[in-house]
């Protein structure tokens, strides 16, 4: 292991904020994970530059969806305008093995600095009966899924393709069809990003039988050495039956982007470098992380509660708050700390893992 590595929390605290700041800063600290300092309200303009995150402001969007270029119920043009109208400021169309066109779309409903429609393909294909399917984030052009004969070739190959073709690759719904397993998730390399949570209503976030849920499966990737962020994301194919449970409806899950602008490729780099926070409801007012300490503050509702867990190696809750502001102070030997905020009626948000000490995933 590189001494950088290994001493990634020790040599942190040259890192002295001097004030609490709306930027956040990716910081190669604790093994290059991403460290933050930001003030999370949502597209609020921010006043201070550090780190390269030049006048960054919060983003609200989802990174998932569908029309009828594959299974979906509504046209792009449909489906952009639910999102436009609900509150987002970008929305990525993932339709499967289909490069749905943006540019019309961004022609007639996008604004700059408002709302964005970015390109993006759900890289569709199975090993046996299991799907696996491989969100392209901002690709260049259409990306065919490979053939393979495992489950970690399959991704692999997917992540691959998504590389090559320049976009941002993010691993789907691993329990959907109980395709992917924490091992195999462990084993594909080149991916900083998988959905640990999607809105669609069989994809078995939370796990069952032997299966752990999705965010036991972060915690075994994250404390065994694999750096990865965890996005949540709407997966919505039906717009025209909001009233269906059985349906994937849009407005479940989204993350909040820490981004210089709201263009394609800043977008999509400062969510592989986890500058974002995933939601289901909760909208937070401040995500701090110095070498010392991090801090989440949520922007509350009138008639919630909120519960802050920090949570460490193996999933381990080494603090919780009934509060909606709290702070933790790092021992040096975390490995790393994430943030999980539970709302009183079910609304959670997940910061990104900071890395500390020596054992810090990368
Ligand atoms: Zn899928
Ligand atoms: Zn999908």
Redesign the pocket.
């Known amino acids: 292991m590189p001494d950088a590595i290994r001493s990634g929390f020790t040599r942190c605290p040259s890192f002295r904020p001097a004030r609490r700041v709306s930027v956040l800063a990716a910081l190669a600290c604790g093994g290059g994970l991403a460290v933050w300092l930001a003030t999370a309200e949502p597209s609020a303009t921010a006043g201070v530059v550090s780190q390269g995150v030049a006048g960054a402001r919060w983003f609200k969007g989802n990174l ?1 969806t ?1 029309t009828l270029n594959s299974d979906g119920d509504s046209t792009p043009d449909e489906v952009v305008r639910w999102y436009r109208e609900h509150g987002y400021d970008f929305l990525v169309l ?1 339709d ?1 093995n289909f490069l749905t066109g943006v540019d019309g779309l961004n022609a007639t409903q996008g604004a700059p600095g408002k709302f964005l429609v970015v390109r993006g393909e ?1 890289v569709t294909g199975s090993v046996d009966t299991k799907p696996i ?1 491989v969100n392209g984030l901002d690709v260049r052009r259409l990306v065919d899924p490979p053939v393979a004969t495992t489950v970690v070739g399959m991704v692999q190959g997917m992540v691959d393709g998504i590389r090559a073709a320049d976009g941002i690759p993010s691993i ?1 719904h691993p329990n959907f069809g109980w395709a992917i397993s924490a091992d195999e998730l462990a084993a594909v390399q080149r991916t900083k990003l998988f959905e640990v949570y999607n809105g ?1 209503p069989q994809v078995n976030n939370l796990g069952g039988g032997d299966v752990p849920g999705l965010e036991e499966t972060w915690d075994r990737l994250l404390t065994g050495g694999k750096l990865i962020y965890g996005i949540a994301v709407d ?1 919505a ?1 039906h717009f025209k039956r909001p009233w269906d449970p059985t349906a994937s409806s849009p407005g479940h899950g989204w993350v909040y982007v820490q981004a210089p602008a709201l263009e394609p490729r800043a977008l999509v780099n400062a969510v592989e470098q986890g500058r974002f926070y995933s939601s289901t409801g909760v909208v937070l007012d401040s995500v701090e992380a110095t070498a010392r300490e991090l801090r989440v503050a949520v922007k509350p509702t009138s008639f919630s509660k909120y519960r802050i867990r920090f949570i460490g190696r193996g999933g381990r809750v080494l603090r919780e708050v009934a509060a909606p502001d709290a702070r933790y102070a790092f021992t040096g030997d975390e490995g790393y700390v994430r943030a999980k905020v539970v709302e009183s009626n079910g609304a959670v948000a997940w910061t990104q893992p900071i890395g500390v000490g020596p054992q810090a995933p990368k």
């Open positions: 998932h569908h993932t499967h759900e399917h789907n669609h997966d194919h």
